[in-house]
């Protein structure tokens, strides 16, 4: 990738002198990994540390005002003649101590805070359904949106209270008729709110109260945006315009919302872009970037051996349980037995050992998690 920030390709120190280097002028790529190596005492540090490293955190510390720069103290100059391409610099400290796969360059160094809620703030949302720009309207756009797109026509708005959930609603259309409501919209169908009104409890609904019915001029506007709060309000958010002669129907959310498919999003927060957090975790590595994968090898290192000889590893030596209860009337049905190698058992049997009676899916074996870390292999992650 090439630096965005800078136009050099080296980053030139020229006549370096701090500590004991003897006069120093190097050219140092950028954008690849550097390897200072040498002698101890060589001066290793005095070059990345008090050179580089001091006149980067220098040139940072300049472009505070003169105000914030008495309370953080001068940094004198390193004694160099000059240092070209420099660009931020950040220093990490070698840490032996506890590793840890949360950590990351830019934990450590704070810079993935940073980066989080930039992306935060500056970020738009993509539906990840149909890849369209998610969108979300204050109730003036929408207002705006009704006088420039409905003048004239008779329209409904409709706040959704159910979305493709069974059950017959019973108690919530005698709520609504309660509230002073009229109508609903019953899978597509305006309907009057009757006395006892029920739906089929074993089918998914898609319901929606009707707020209001008008013909939208500019002299209802007001009452537009008296139903259109209440609509919000009803509809958690999300309120449909239904245009009654077309019958098309569109969607309108105060939070983020996909135009095409109506799926809705948080608003994204700096929890949204991190891997350490709940809320931005990947699902299926929990953030590691790997994830662990049952290896049959690991499970059957060796098919030449027979469940007495510990073929299958997780069952260990032959004992008395459940487990080799279970085993021994596998064996008896499909005709082999403890001595037979794990080669020869048939395919069958050993599948049903292996995989259980329903299969959840390849590779799946439900077991112990220490068993599971003994027999599995770390796997780069696909979905993230
Ligand atoms: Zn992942």
């Known amino acids: 990738m090439k630096d965005r920030f800078s136009t050099d390709e080296y980053i030139e120190v020229i006549g370096a002198k701090e500590n004991n280097l003897k006069n120093i002028s190097i050219k140092i790529p950028r954008n690849k990994m550097v390897v200072i190596t040498g002698l101890s005492g060589s001066g290793k540090s005095s070059l990345a540390f008090d050179t580089i490293y001091a006149e980067g955190q220098r040139?940072?510390?300049?472009?505070?005002?003169?105000?914030?720069?008495?309370?953080?103290?001068?940094?004198?100059?390193?004694?160099?003649?000059?240092?070209?391409?420099l660009s931020p610099v950040i220093s990490i400290e070698q840490k032996t101590?506890?590793?840890?796969p949360r950590s990351t360059v830019g934990t450590t160094t704070e810079i993935y805070d940073f980066l989080r809620l930039l992306f935060a703030r500056i970020g738009d949302a993509y539906s990840y359904e149909t890849g369209e720009k998610m969108v979300k309207f204050t109730e003036e756009q929408i207002l705006d949106f009704i006088s420039e797109n409905y003048k004239g026509k008779k329209i409904s708005i409709l706040a959704p209270i159910v979305r493709g959930r069974k059950g017959h609603y019973r108690e919530l259309f005698e709520q609504t008729r309660k509230r002073g409501f009229t109508k609903v919209r019953v899978d597509g169908s305006i309907l009057d709110i009757e006395a006892n009104m029920q739906v089929d409890r074993f089918k998914t609904h898609d319901i929606e109260v009707v707020v209001d019915r008008l013909r939208a001029d500019d002299d209802k506007l007001q009452r537009i945006t008296a139903s259109l709060t209440t609509a919000f309000k009803m509809g958690n958010e999300l309120i449909f315009i239904l245009e009654d002669d077309s019958g098309e129907v569109k969607t309108f959310s105060k939070r983020l919302v996909d135009p095409v498919s109506g799926i809705s999003y948080e608003e994204p927060s700096p929890n949204s872009f991190s891997f350490n957090s709940p809320y931005g975790t990947c699902p299926s590595c929990k953030g590691l970037g790997e994830v662990f994968q049952v290896s049959y090898d690991k499970v059957v290192p060796d098919d030449s051996k027979s469940i007495n000889d510990e073929g299958i590893r997780p069952f260990g030596a032959v004992r008395d349980n459940t487990t080799f209860d279970q085993l021994r009337d596998i064996a008896k049905k499909f005709k082999f037995t403890f001595a037979t190698p794990v080669s020869d058992i048939p395919e069958k049997a050993l599948n049903l050992i292996l995989y259980g009676v329903n299969p959840p899916a390849k590779n799946h074996i439900s077991t112990s998690s220490m068993i599971l870390s003994m027999i599995s292999v770390p796997r780069v992650c696909s979905t993230c």
Do not use: C, H
């Not at 940072?60 to 390193?78: C, I, K, N, V």
């Not at 101590?97 to 840890?100: S, V, Y």
């Open 59 to 85: 040139r940072y510390m300049e472009t505070f005002s003169a105000y914030a720069r008495q309370f953080l103290g001068t940094m004198d100059r390193p004694d160099v003649e000059k240092i070209d391409g």
């Open 97 to 100: 101590t506890a590793w840890n």
